[in-house]
């Protein structure tokens, strides 16, 4: 994605949301991202939220980053969407290296499933 200019709307204590530009004629498009900093599942709410907000600016794309993991029918729901892309806890720890070259750490209370332990070290 070829941002253009973004900025923060909202910060909460677990939560961000952003909103980025991109200019592409094509693909481009308002995009709204929501940071969410948990320690356990992340409801499927919260993915209905994201799709409230992104209806009400009418955004082209919406991005949920949270630090643990999502579950199934918040998949299925960002699935039937179309517009949803989440990222989770393992995912952007992979980004953080590949991109900044940052080795982060995941403390959860449990082991989502499906994760192995080098997700989290």
């Not at 949301?17 to 991109?22: I, T």
């Amino acid at each position: 994605m070829d941002v253009l200019e973004w900025w923060p709307v909202v910060r909460v204590a677990a939560m961000e949301e952003f909103v980025a530009v991109n200019g592409d004629p094509i693909v481009g498009g308002l995009c709204i991202i929501q940071a969410k900093r948990w320690s356990k599942i992340v409801g499927v709410e919260s993915v209905h939220a994201l799709a409230g907000v992104m209806e009400h600016k009418r955004a082209a794309k919406g991005v949920l980053v949270v630090t643990s993991w999502v579950g199934k029918a918040s998949r299925d729901f960002a699935y039937a969407n179309g517009r949803i892309e989440i990222i989770e806890g393992r995912h952007l720890k992979s980004l953080l290296k590949e991109h900044l070259d940052i080795d982060v750490l995941i403390s959860l209370p449990t082991r989502p499933p499906g994760w192995s332990d080098a997700d989290l070290t």
